[in-house]
């Protein structure tokens, strides 16, 4: 399996709509982060599908190794 590259070692903090679904990006290559661009193309790595439950501020994994992804856990702390 292909390790993600490192977009940022803190989370990106996004404003979503309920119901609305926004694709994460797992790879850490894409040009329009936190969001997909296809850029894990070639890669065994796939975005994240998510879907807001509610509209407002969500915190969304930086640096692509949370275990609760696409939102942040804090893992980037401790790379």
């Not at 590259?5 to 903090?13: G, L, S, Y």
């Not at 599908?49 to 275990?67: I, M, N, P, Q």
Request: proline fraction near 8%.
């Amino acid at each position: 399996m292909s390790e993600p590259v490192i977009a940022q070692k803190a989370p990106f903090p996004i404003e979503v709509e309920q119901d609305k679904t926004y694709f994460w990006c797992a790879c850490g290559k894409s040009a329009n982060q936190p969001f997909c661009d296809g850029s894990h193309k070639g890669s065994d790595i796939s975005p994240v599908k998510y879907t807001a439950d509610k509209t407002g501020r969500v915190f969304l994994c930086g640096c692509k190794h949370s275990e609760k992804a696409p939102l942040c856990d804090g893992t980037h702390s401790r790379l």
